[in-house]
């Protein structure tokens, strides 16, 4: 598979722009989540059970202990970008965050950060804070999990925030000229693919440079795991995500950063659907898609700028 050759991937515009394979190291820096600790909500947002998508065990080793163990695993590369990726990352004290942020980017052959978390959860020091590191030349991503612009399906899903808080957000830090990916999931209740293709709108009139697409997966110890037992909830197909993701990437300027297109999960704690567990399967199929009714912009006309990257990145070699 070459998505690159239809979508404009983050690895290979890391790979052009550093000359070698930048891969992300995950990072549990022990935050919590302010819709879980009944700040914001509780319970969190219904399909999520952070488990299930990093370690816990992880986070008690320090960050740069964190960062050594999984560098000397990955054979692959040899610069890295340090990802807080469990719970919300900018959700202590703007010292905390700093102390944290800074162990990371002081240790080894790191190239900068990426930083997840939610909207609402992002004040000025955290996103001056991101900006000064911006300034001393490292790779600076915030990764904003929005999921959706329907405030409606927001409510539903119990995520605590609304669009316009959003769109707040990403205003402020691209004001500071913080890059931002945006976190979206296709197949949520009762959305359609037009409802998606909305989100994708809304989202791009706001501004934002990287986008992650995940399809809706059904975790144990989620909320939504029980409404799925019950028999209350539809599951897409593998063939409707890859049908709604390609006309999404279809629709996404040629300028814009795919960091994701995909999710898995491992079984047991994966429940549904089983091609999640699969992240090849999902990938492969989209390219496929993409390669037979179009690449991304295509959709829009704007496939120009996305044909002279493509061509640098072949002039690589990757
Ligand atoms: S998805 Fe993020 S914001 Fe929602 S409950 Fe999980 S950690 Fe919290």
Redesign the pocket.
Known sequence: MQLHLVVNTFGSDLQRRYGEKIYKLTLHGGFS?P??DGTIGVG??TF?N?ASIIDESIQVNTISQQLAQQAHQMKKSKRYLAYFQA??STYAEVEILKNMYEEALNSADIVGLCVGT?PDCVPDEALNLLASYQAKGFEVWLEL?LQTAHDKTLHNIN?GHTFDVYHQTVQKARRLGIKVCTHLIIGLPKETKQDNLMTLDRVLNCGVDGLKLHPLHIVEGSIMAKVWRAGRLDILSLEQYVDIAGDIIRQTPAHILYHRISANARKPTLLAPDWCENHWQSMNAVDHNLRQFGAQGSAINDTYHFKQSKDSIDNLGS
Request: aromatic share 8%.
């Open positions: 989540c819709n879980r969190g947002c999520c952070v719970y919300t939610r999990g995520r």
